[in-house]
């Protein structure tokens, strides 16, 4: 009887612990699978895609991403998102990052042209040390087309 209690205990834990485990990836909807369903980019528009690739050494923060210093999205971890803008000239930005050369960048936009900006975190090397402080840097990428478009298929989609 006693054997069986055990066995019994084994395998309810043994179920807790694969339920606990997951697929291993963060949750939600790929880029990928929803990415037919977005409509054309309207001509009297420019679209921006914004993404940011998952690493467990990479900073956690969900910064604001700006186009002309207003938010307009959230940098996610291995998440994409757009935002349609009428044309001009923009600066991409990451305002919470700390200070780093050359991390925003500006781009000329006409209607119905798409920009690519994929937000990467940079890793700061002090030659001090305010108890180890390592600022989050993000710094904005502007990456060819059919290599995002790629890179960008298996982003979890953020409207």
């Known amino acids: 009887m006693r054997e069986r ?3 019994a205990l084994i395998v309810a834990a043994a179920l807790a612990l694969f339920g606990c485990v997951g697929g291993g990836e963060p949750p939600g ?3 990928g699978e929803i990415a037919a369903q977005i409509p054309p980019v309207p001509p009297d528009h420019a679209r921006f895609f914004f993404y940011r690739d998952y690493s467990l050494y990479d900073s956690v923060q969900r910064p604001y991403i700006a186009l002309n210093g207003q938010p ?3 940098s996610e971890n291995d ?3 757009y935002r349609d803008m009428p044309p001009g000239t923009y600066v991409i930005s990451v305002p919470y990052s700390a200070i780093y050369p050359n991390k925003e960048k500006t781009v000329t936009v006409a209607g119905g042209q798409t920009v690519y900006a ?3 975190t940079e890793k700061f090397e002090p030659n001090i040390t305010l108890a180890d402080y390592q600022p989050d840097i993000f710094v904005v990428v502007l990456v060819d087309p059919t ?3 790629a890179e960008i298929a298996s982003k979890r989609y953020f409207p």
């Open 5 to 7: 209690s055990w066995r």
């Open 29 to 31: 909807t790929r880029f």
């Open 72 to 74: 307009v999205a959230i």
């Open 79 to 81: 998440g994409a998102s």
């Open 118 to 120: 994929k937000i990467l």
């Open 147 to 149: 290599q995002a478009q």
